[in-house]
């Protein structure tokens, strides 16, 4: 039970980490003789498909049909069909109106932009990056289920109900409202909203669903912990029937919670794109054994693993930390944090604020072999996304059940065929842990949306099955 009030009481914190910290950079060298074999190898890669556009147009209209057919209607390849409710503007797009009050700690405005990627990040070498916000994944799902091919505006049709509710940005934006009735009065009103709707009854709800760009706590208030800014949506009984997507589920009570990646800086339009950063991550050099990223919580007691991390990292020379103090303004840079770990063959993921991390989803984007210290940063959390072995693409130490646990000389007793096996397994997730660029249809590839909608169809038909 302590574990539960443990990480209850502070989840709302989470901003304050990301958003309000004092810059406090470790050096970093440039990786300039990198770029070299870069470049080489992205110019060999655009030889190479001009030359299949010239020469071989039969075979490039398989594989890479999503580059070439950016503006073509795509078709719908699964067995499912998702409707969107057309909710009053009140639970979505009038809050974006007032977006600098969207959350206590950051103006949100910025983030809001470009149906939630955010402002692009150039520095990055190409359109296909953003500098996302964390919590802000509800507004890129919203859009990519807009404009996904297996979306009917037929409500008799469909098999899936997509509530879009900006349920995340609404509940950031009262964390500190003490009147409860007001501070959830808007859930109250969506729930009794999506009740009344003509085809609730059918099914009682299990074929509705919503997603949020934040973690299940912020939902979830009880009178067992003090209060911390959670409204009750997650604990209303109809909601209860439906299923509910987030970065981070409950792991005990979260039997209808489905964990979906946080939204990390990479959302591109076209398979080629996908491909040419898996080919520079592949051929990175990672002249350091492991990495960490992230803010000490010195004087808490519930960091404790946490530090104990960072003081490992610290006193490693196979360690590179990228660390930040507490103050006001943003602590990472995108592309300092995104240099560290193209840069480590392993990216620490310990725990802070809550279980999981948005670091997780930068790490294995960079081919970043992510190493966990708890079972719910991410192996009770994605399964929808992630291989059922845990071994098969990253490290856990278990710091709690022995404290003296080297980090350093745990890593190095792995042999160099497994860290390139393990590293083969990271870079293939690429694609499924990225949110496309929602502007397009077909990508060539499956993104984080196409597998949270395919595993949810599958879900809600065994739930239909199993009931009927
Ligand atoms: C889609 O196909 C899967 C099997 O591949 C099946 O279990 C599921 O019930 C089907 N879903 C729908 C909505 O027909
Ligand atoms: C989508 O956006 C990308 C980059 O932001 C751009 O290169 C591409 O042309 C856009 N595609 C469409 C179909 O608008
Ligand atoms: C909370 O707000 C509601 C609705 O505005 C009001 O009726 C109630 O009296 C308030 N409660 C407290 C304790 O102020
Ligand atoms: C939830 O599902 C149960 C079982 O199917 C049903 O009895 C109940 O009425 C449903 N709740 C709502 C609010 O529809
Ligand atoms: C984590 O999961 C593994 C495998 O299921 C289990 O052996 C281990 O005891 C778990 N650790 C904790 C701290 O729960
Ligand atoms: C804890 O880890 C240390 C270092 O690996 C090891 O020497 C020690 O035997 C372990 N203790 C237990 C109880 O497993």
Not at 35 to 46: A, E, G, Q, W, Y
Not at 141 to 169: D, M, Q, S, W
Not at 274 to 300: C, N
Not at 320 to 335: A, F, Q, V, Y
């Amino acid at each position: 039970m302590w574990r539960k009030i443990h990480f209850k009481i502070f989840t709302k914190e989470k901003d304050e980490e990301y958003g309000l910290r004092k810059k406090e950079f470790t050096s970093l060298k440039e990786i300039q003789p990198h770029l070299k074999i870069l470049v080489l190898f992205t110019t060999s890669f655009m030889i190479w498909f001009l030359f299949l556009l010239v020469f071989s147009p039969k075979r490039i209209s398989n594989p890479i049909r999503g580059f070439l057919s950016t503006h073509s209607p795509a078709e719908c390849r699964d067995n499912y069909s998702v409707y969107i409710y057309n909710l009053p503007s009140k639970f979505n797009f009038d809050l974006l109106e007032d977006c600098s009050s969207l959350n206590i700690y950051t103006d949100m405005c910025p983030h809001v932009t470009n149906n939630g990627m955010g402002k692009p990040l150039p520095e990055m070498g190409s359109s296909s990056w953003y500098t996302t916000h964390q919590l802000i994944g509800e507004l890129i799902v919203h859009a990519r289920i807009e404009n996904h091919p297996c979306r009917t505006e037929n409500a008799e049709k469909a098999t899936l109900f997509y509530v879009p509710f900006y349920g995340g940005l609404h509940a950031s934006s009262k964390f500190r409202e003490p009147n409860y009735t007001i501070r959830d009065a808007l859930a109250v009103e969506l729930v009794e909203y999506i009740e009344e709707q003509k085809w609730w009854k059918r099914n009682n709800g299990r074929d509705r669903f919503m997603a949020f760009g934040r973690t299940a706590w912020d939902f979830m208030r009880t009178d067992e912990v003090p209060d911390f800014g959670a409204n009750k949506l997650l604990n209303m009984s109809p909601v209860q029937n439906m299923s509910v997507l987030l970065v981070e589920r409950h792991p005990w009570e979260g039997h209808n919670q489905h964990g979906i990646p946080y939204p990390s800086y990479f959302h591109p339009s076209a398979l080629s794109e996908m491909i040419e950063w898996q080919d520079r991550v592949s051929y990175m050099d990672r002249p350091h054994l492991f990495s960490f990223v992230g803010a000490p919580r010195t004087g808490k007691k519930k960091v404790v693993t946490r530090d104990r991390v960072i003081k490992q990292c610290e006193e490693s020379s196979k360690c590179l930390i990228l660390k930040c103090g507490k103050g006001p303004s943003k602590c990472h840079k995108p592309r300092q944090v995104l240099n560290v770990m193209m840069r480590s063959n392993f990216c620490l993921q310990v725990l802070g604020d809550s279980y999981t991390r948005r670091s997780t989803f930068d790490s294995i984007l960079t081919g970043c072999i992510p190493v966990f210290f708890s079972n719910h940063t991410a192996y009770s959390q994605y399964q929808w996304f992630l291989p059922s072995d845990p071994t098969t693409y990253s490290v856990y130490i278990d710091l709690e059940r022995n404290h003296s646990i080297g980090i350093e000389e745990e890593l190095l007793k792995i042999p160099m065929e497994e860290v390139e096996r393990k590293r083969r397994t990271v870079i293939e997730l690429i694609p499924k842990l990225t949110y496309a660029n929602p502007n397009s249809t077909s990508y060539g590839f499956r993104d984080a949306v196409d597998v949270a909608l395919k595993a949810l169809s599958d879900h809600v038909s065994s739930l239909l099955k199993a009931t009927s």
